[in-house]
């Protein structure tokens, strides 16, 4: 699976069911939950070096 902080909006199916439902929904609202999805995901580990 991805690392922590890995999942992008095609990982629908991770996140809450209200988001999951309501992106699965479609419409106006997808980019909104989308940047919301994303902006409640902590940020991807730094490569090292």
């Given amino acids: ?7 992008t909006a095609l ?3 991770a996140l ?3 988001a999951a ?3 699965r929904a479609g ?3 997808i980019t ?13 580990p730094t490569p090292a070096g």
């Fill in 21 to 23: 439902r309501a992106a």
């Fill in 32 to 44: 909104r939950v989308i940047r919301w999805a994303l902006a409640t995901q902590p940020p991807p």
């Fill in 11 to 13: 990982d629908l199916p």
């Fill in 27 to 29: 419409g106006a609202g």
């Fill in 1 to 7: 699976g991805l690392p922590p902080g890995a999942r």
């Fill in 16 to 18: 809450p069911g209200a």
